[in-house]
């Protein structure tokens, strides 16, 4: 069983940065970052399945930074220059199995934790 807790949410102005950290508690083969709107689907965000680079989704790429800490076991979400659109409660996944391609599907994922609101104002 693998328990995700998520911190670092907040309000930030547009062009603004933010950092999320999801403690995992367990060993989950692929870790990742899914955020869901108000009214739209989740989408997720990027994801690091085993050992491999990360991969993201393209309305964020070159604006955000995944990251894992096999010490620490911390997987963590660095974003910039945020935009109104990025506003969404993120959540932190995690899946047993070893899949790239599978990273950037929500329904893929096995847990999830109890998500932290990220608010961009313009």
């Known amino acids: 069983h693998v328990q995700l807790v998520e911190s670092g949410g907040g309000s930030v102005q547009a062009g603004g940065s933010l950092t999320l950290s999801c403690t995992v508690r367990?060993?989950?083969?692929?870790v990742g970052w899914v955020r869901q709107a108000p009214g739209k689907e989740r989408e997720v965000v990027g994801g690091i399945t085993g050992g491999g680079a990360p991969r993201y989704a393209d309305s964020v790429k070159g604006r955000v930074t995944i990251s894992r800490d096999g010490v620490k076991n911390t997987l963590s979400l660095q974003m910039d220059n945020l935009q109104p659109e990025d506003t969404a409660m993120y959540f932190c996944a995690a899946g047993h199995w070893h899949s790239y391609g599978w990273l950037m599907q929500p329904d893929k994922y096995n847990y999830w934790g109890q998500g932290t609101q990220v608010t961009v104002s313009s």
């Open positions: 367990g060993y989950a083969s692929s």
